[in-house]
């Protein structure tokens, strides 16, 4: 706990009698990716929309670096350095690339340039845009319009987006839904320099198996709003639990690993 960035405590979230999300803790270590899975309906994006602040929990606390913030909305999260996906509808299409990275600097900024002329705040969110749109692979396209991109343009435009405004930790909501499988690597090998150059602590729902057996440094399993499994992806792999409710069918565990 000593090293957690974001912890959730005794989490709860009913939707009139149903329990979405039943008594979740967990720890995101600082600098580490990790991911949250599970099956369909197990509650995993009722727990994530608890952390970016999107609901409010029935019960329980969210803390980020020590400091509860459980009631605190979206938007003063993000000025504590918590960025969440954004979703592609939220792009404007005909906007550009990089307008679209400005703007979000902008929204996200962590007001600490009110002090600059307005120019010069300009430039800062510029410069901003720049490095996060680099980061992404999007730098030979800052002057296309959002909407000429492909699917996987605009996954990537997203991250650029949230890394904008240099959050410390990273929301992402299933950051491959929808691309093309061989699209795939290369969004990860971005979220992967984001986490090491970037040093930054990514917190990600995902579907696609190989991709978080292949990247997270940690699991946590949820199943029926509780979770069920925490681990390295080793552990997950090897976790009969796991294996029984959810990854027996989608995940074929290498050859000698099953024992
Ligand atoms: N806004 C909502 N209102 C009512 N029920 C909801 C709402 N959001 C999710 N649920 C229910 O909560 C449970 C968990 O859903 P969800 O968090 O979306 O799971 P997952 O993302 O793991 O598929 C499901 O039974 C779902 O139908
Ligand atoms: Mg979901």
Redesign the pocket.
């Known amino acids: 706990m000593t090293d957690a960035l974001l912890s959730a405590r005794n989490l709860r979230?009913t939707?009139?009698g149903?329990?979405?999300?039943d008594e979740v803790s967990l720890d995101i270590n600082s600098g580490s990716l990790h991911s949250i899975i599970?099956?369909?309906?197990?509650?995993?994006?009722?727990?994530?929309?608890l952390l970016t602040g999107r609901?409010r929990p029935s019960a329980g606390s969210v803390l980020y670096k020590g400091r509860e913030i459980t009631r605190l909305p979206v938007h003063q999260r993000a000025h504590l350095g918590i960025g969440r996906s954004f979703q592609i509808t939220n792009l404007f299409p005909n906007l550009t690339v990089l307008e679209n990275t400005r703007l979000a600097a902008q929204a996200l900024g962590k007001d600490n340039f009110r002090l600059f002329r307005r120019a010069e705040t300009f430039d800062v969110y510029t410069r901003q845009a720049y490095a996060a749109l680099e980061m992404t692979g999007l730098r030979e396209v800052v002057g296309l319009p959002a909407n000429v991109l492909p699917h996987g343009g605009k996954r990537k435009l997203e991250l650029a987006m949230i890394l904008a405004a240099d959050p410390e930790l990273l929301l992402l909501d299933e950051p491959t839904a929808g691309m093309a499988s061989e699209q795939v690597p290369e969004l990860m090998q971005i979220i992967e320099r984001i986490r090491t150059d970037g040093r930054k602590t990514i917190v990600m729902?995902e579907h696609n198996m190989n991709v978080v057996m292949g990247s997270s440094d940690r699991i946590t399993v949820?199943h029926q709003?509780r979770v069920l499994a925490e681990g390295d992806p080793r552990q997950i792999a090897a976790d009969k639990t796991v294996q029984a409710v959810y990854l027996g069918e989608l995940y074929d565990l290498p050859k000698g690993e099953s024992a």
């Open positions: 979230k939707f009139g149903l329990v979405a999300v599970g099956p369909n309906g197990a509650g995993k994006t009722t727990f994530f929309n609901y729902v949820m709003g």
